[in-house]
């Protein structure tokens, strides 16, 4: 059976909850206050089906200019509404406000009901339904069905009911494959069962013994029980009224505005970019104050207008940054709600277009560039590619991990990664690890450090290379290390240049003076002659009359040829070390018995060394399988 959620919308005592139970046999007015007002002061729910493949869970909301805020709670999650209008009053204030926060919330179905018609005069009925055709001209209500009821009588609640099945086999599907979000517009306590949270699950799915993640509190918690319809189910889709069972929680510990989600999947933020319509009449100052509905919560922010305008003006359109004066929990796509903080009164609606944006001004160049590349985009949720590379340009060199893009987008970790890889291949983007930094803001530091090891070759021609900690902090200082390490990479697997211990480019050779060449070959000699005593380098420029520097460098030269080892702190010459193995191999080939061994007094002995170049000799000798140490001895093998 399809299950779809069917808000309720119009002015204070127009039968909106009376239809409710009219429909469902359930009274959706809960609280006693409500009881005793006759108004609906919080949300109510009730649920029935309406044709025998349809059942619909039905939100009450409340119609009175004081309880709009608990109307915004409702009408977030609904698949339809139905705009309710008292035959015997017609179109009211509240009507117009709860129609126009339906259009800013992109509600794109309903339909239109005429109540209380058995309390209107003559006539009255054709006359409200014509002034509602006026006020619905040009909106997604325009061609729906208006039609008139009785709750009291019962007249026309068979033909409402085939009208709402017939919506509601046209609503498109959920997204159940993307992280779960379920925005809490009720909390409450179940003797036996404790903390049990209600809301309407817009994506995702829920199963028992599901992690969450409970937002903006950011706790962790377990669910524990789900129930739907008056049942318990194991496992809840998107698009479902639920109640939700949590573990270790009290009441308290959940106001309304809470989200539950899955762990990593929405942002919680105190700034925001947004794209606003305004409604006609309604401006919208730089700097002011306003209340924000988005789900389930109400926000104090402050407004700062994109660009040089100080005003959006009445029924206009700007993009905006939105300052939070509380943690809002928020992903790219969110509708929003703004109401003037005094008077209350819905001045405007919006998109999210960015949950997490970055730290320039909006009323810089590049502010005001990257808002509206986000706001032109055709559908804030299915032009992800589009969206994505947006968001990596923005990150600059600094980049974007794949989990930040996944909380600003809405989407689960493998669309973002899809994406990311669709970048990468087009060269659009360099990822490392998890993350993704935009290739254009990666050809200048490239550029820079290829010009900049060209300069180094020139200065120090002795040098194999530049460190490449040192090549990280000259050009690539903001640049994630995984990244830089895949830019040396591809610049390898390109020709361009040489990566060892150090950074060359390709094209680089060692060249030596004649007095380096002399030196060069007087190191080789001498390293040879010394044996199994190595000169100290610390010695070497007195010597061979030399600057530190120059003979340091050439020491590594033939370091880096083999010519020369190291051995710890020592250096010795390769072929005395290789003459060395030999000589200790030839010791098992002489053994009687062809078992040799040797120890640290014998070797010293041997070779009349110390033991300042006995240890590291033989240590060097097990490194090289020459030698097994056993005990205090080592065995030749």
């Not at 020369?564 to 098992?588: M, P, Q, S, Y």
Request: proline share 5%; glycine share 10%; net charge positive.
């Amino acid at each position: 059976m399809r299950t779809i959620v069917v808000g309720t919308a119009g002015h204070i005592d127009h039968g909106k909850s009376a239809l409710v139970m009219a429909l469902t046999g359930t009274d959706p007015d809960r609280l006693k206050e409500e009881k005793a007002r006759g108004i609906t002061i919080e949300l109510g729910f009730a649920h029935a089906p309406v044709a025998d493949d349809v059942m619909a869970s039905f939100v009450d909301v409340p119609g009175h200019e004081r309880f709009v805020r608990a109307m915004l709670a409702g009408v977030g999650g609904i698949d339809l509404v139905l705009l309710v209008v008292a035959a015997d009053e017609s179109v009211m204030p509240q009507t117009r406000e709860h129609f126009d926060i339906c259009r800013l919330l992109g509600v794109g179905r309903g339909l239109v009901v005429v109540t209380k018609t058995d309390a209107a005069e003559t006539g009255m009925t054709a006359l409200v339904m014509e002034e509602v055709r006026e006020l619905v001209a040009g909106s997604f209500l325009e061609d729906a069905p208006i039609v008139p009821v009785s709750a009291h009588t019962g007249d026309g609640l068979d033909v409402l009911r085939r009208a709402i099945a017939t919506l509601a086999r046209a609503v498109p599907a959920r997204n159940d494959r993307g992280a779960a979000r379920l925005p809490v517009d009720r909390a409450f306590t179940m003797k036996g069962f404790g903390t049990v949270v209600t809301g309407t699950l817009v994506q995702g799915t829920l199963a028992v013994d599901d992690e969450l993640s409970l937002l903006p509190a950011e706790r962790i918690v377990k669910v524990r029980g789900l129930h739907m319809h008056g049942g318990a189910r194991p496992r809840v889709s998107a698009g479902k009224r639920v109640a939700v069972n949590l573990a270790g929680l009290e009441v308290a510990d959940v106001p309304r505005g809470s989200v539950l989600a899955s762990p990593g999947a929405l942002a919680v933020t105190r700034r925001a970019d947004a794209h606003l319509t305004m409604l006609p009449g309604a401006t919208l100052r730089h700097g002011a104050r306003v209340r924000v509905h988005q789900g389930t919560a109400e926000l104090l922010a402050r407004v700062a207008v994109a660009g040089s305008a100080g005003l959006v003006a009445a029924g206009g359109e700007a993009d905006v940054r939105l300052r939070f004066e509380t943690p809002a929990v928020l992903t790219r796509g969110d509708r929003l709600i703004v109401r003037s903080y005094s008077p209350l009164v819905t001045v405007g609606g919006g998109v999210v277009l960015d949950p997490l944006p970055p730290r320039p001004g909006v009323r810089t160049t590049r502010g005001v560039a990257r808002m509206a590349a986000l706001a032109v985009l055709p559908d804030l949720l299915a032009d992800r590619a589009s969206a994505t590379r947006v968001l990596v340009a923005s990150a600059g060199a600094a980049g974007v991990t794949v989990q930040e893009l996944s909380r600003r987008l809405g989407a689960t970790r493998a669309e973002v990664v899809a994406v990311v890889d669709r970048l990468v291949s087009a060269g659009a983007a360099v990822r490392g690890g998890d993350w993704v930094v935009d290739a254009a803001a990666l050809e200048r530091p490239i550029a820079t450090m290829l010009a900049g090891l060209a300069d180094f070759h020139r200065a120090q021609p002795l040098a194999p290379g530049l460190g490449l900690e040192d090549a990280r902090g000259r050009w690539f200082r903001v640049v994630p290390p995984a990244v830089v390490d895949g830019i040396v990479a591809s610049l390898v697997a390109a020709g361009r240049i040489v990566a060892t211990d150090t950074l060359a480019l390709t094209a680089h050779r060692v060249s030596l003076s004649a007095e380096d060449q002399a030196t060069h070959a007087w190191l080789d000699q001498r390293f040879r002659e010394a044996g199994l005593a190595p000169p100290d380098a610390g010695a070497l420029p007195g010597e061979a009359r030399r600057p530190a520097a120059a003979v340091e460098t050439l020491v590594q030269l033939l370091v880096k040829a083999k010519t020369l080892v190291r051995v710890d702190t020592l250096i010795f010459h390769a072929v005395v070390l290789e003459g060395l193995k030999a000589e200790i191999r030839a010791r098992k080939a002489a053994a009687p018995d062809g078992r040799a061994t040797v120890d640290v007094k014998t070797f010293k002995d041997t070779y009349n060394v110390t033991r300042k170049y006995a240890i590291p000799l033989l240590e060097y000798l097990d490194r090289e399988r020459v030698t097994r140490r056993v005990g205090d001895a080592r065995i030749v093998l």
